[in-house]
């Protein structure tokens, strides 16, 4: 199983786009039977998923990186997409990759496993406005438009947040 390539049973039925989600990343990376992908919205336990399963898959506390090496955002746009795919194409055994892209906006693909990680929106909201105000290079970011919680509760329930 490790190693074998998976094959793609079903491609994507919707396209998600924003900011730093490009889809078309998808592409770069070649999934193995086995590999691991974890699909949460924003402020959902990504990190914390991707740690937990990273520990799993090491036998312990030390992975072999810091978790955003080891268990990269495979369709976002941030980095050198082929120098993405080359550093997961180095690691041996089961991989775990991140996005958070809906399950239906990349391929379904024979032996690899999705993990899902919701959380209640309230809970999500407040998370993903303490974000947004602690981001010093995005002033114009939906969430820091207005000091008051009614002001950018708006923006999160009509536009997603983000």
Not at 11 to 25: F, H, K, L, N, W
Not at 50 to 59: F, V
Not at 94 to 108: E, L, Q, Y
């Amino acid at each position: 199983m490790n190693g074998e390539r998976a094959v793609v049973l079903a491609s994507a039925t919707a396209d998600y786009r924003g900011d730093v989600i490009t889809p078309e990343r998808w592409s770069t990376w070649e999934p193995r039977k086995g590999d691991i992908v974890v699909c949460t919205p924003l402020k959902c336990g990504t990190t914390w998923t991707q740690t937990i399963l990273a520990m799993l898959l090491h036998g312990g506390r030390n992975i072999p990186d810091h978790v955003h090496a080891i268990s990269p955002w495979v369709d976002a746009a941030l980095g050198d997409a082929e120098e993405v795919a080359s550093a997961l194409a180095r690691q041996r055994g089961r991989r775990v990759v991140k996005t958070h892209t809906p399950a239906d906006g990349f391929p379904v693909w024979d032996g690899v496993t999705v993990v899902a990680v919701y959380r209640h929106p309230l809970d999500m909201f407040f998370s993903l406005r303490k974000h947004a105000l602690n981001r010093k290079n995005a002033p114009d970011h939906p969430m820091q438009r207005t000091s008051s919680l009614p002001g950018a509760s708006p923006d999160y329930l009509y536009r997603g947040g983000f």
